[in-house]
T-cell receptor, first 116, second 112 residues
Framework: DAGVTQSPTHLIKTRGQQVTLRCSPK?????VSWYQQALGQGPQFIFQ???????QRGNFPDRFSGHQFPNYSSELNVNALLLGDSALYLC???????????????FGPGTRLTVL | RKEVEQDPGPFNVPEGATVAFNCTYS??????FFWYRQDCRKEPKLLMS???SGNEDGRFTAQLNRASQYISLLIRDSKLSDSATYLC?????????????FGRGTSLIVHP
């Protein structure tokens, strides 16, 4: 049973550049959520995708955008990178729906982005 | 007031000790609750889900107090390998969309 995968594992960019991060959800899952985790903080919700549509969005600027593909994989794009965008970017997968195990989120290993 | 609050610690305990963490939440409509364990520079891994009053798994016990809006995690007989950051997460979604809000985590250091 394949877990959540993310690529790349590490990335170094300079201010003003653009970056694309990728995620494949756990087998059987259809919903992908993206989080930003700064050092010493908990994960902060960026947005969630289901059926190739953004379903919910956290308090992040429009520089952060995403996409979900028909195979449920997803991309996170960040434009005009700032030094403050340096963080661990986590993808989590889950099942869309109601109570119980379907709302449990499983995380990928993350992509560590450093902006210089 | 933050939506989900945790004491960042660190909690520094000897092997074999019992340690408890609390997590308070502000949204009374919250429906499900989780504890995740996160090792340094790794992803959070689900430790326990808490859907009713509590849950027990070996040395770990999670309890939910809806009236006071907090959940707790109790670790008995601490092991060196329990050293990690413990994140509390609270779901209060609508429809099919459940977005957990995370606390900043509580750091646990178990020493010999």
């Amino acid at each position: 049973d394949a877990g959540v995968t993310q690529s790349p594992t590490h990335l170094i960019k300079t201010r003003g550049q653009q970056v694309t991060l990728r995620c494949s959800p756990k087998s059987g899952h259809d919903t992908v959520s993206w989080y930003q985790q700064a050092l010493g903080q908990g994960p902060q919700f960026i947005f969630q995708y289901y059926e190739e549509e953004e379903r919910q969005r956290g308090n992040f600027p429009d520089r952060f955008s995403g996409h979900q593909f028909p195979n449920y994989s997803s991309e996170l794009n960040v434009n005009a990178l700032l030094l403050g965008d340096s963080a661990l970017y986590l993808c989590a997968s889950s099942l869309w729906g109601g109570q119980g195990s379907s709302d449990t989120q499983y995380f990928g290993p993350g992509t560590r982005l450093t902006v210089l | 007031r933050k939506e989900v609050e945790q004491d960042p610690g660190p909690f520094n305990v000897p092997e074999g000790a019992t340690v408890a963490f609390n997590c308070t939440y502000s949204n009374s409509a919250s429906q499900s609750f989780f504890w995740y364990r996160q090792d340094c520079r790794k992803e959070p891994k689900l430790l326990m889900s808490v859907y009713s009053s509590g849950n027990e798994d070996g040395r770990f016990t999670a309890q939910l107090n809806r009236a006071s809006q907090y959940i707790s995690l109790l670790i008995r007989d601490s092991k060196l390998s329990d050293s990690a950051t413990y994140l509390c997460a609270v779901n209060a979604g609508t429809g099919g969309s459940y977005i957990p809000t995370f606390g900043r985590g509580t750091s646990l250091i178990v020493h010999p």
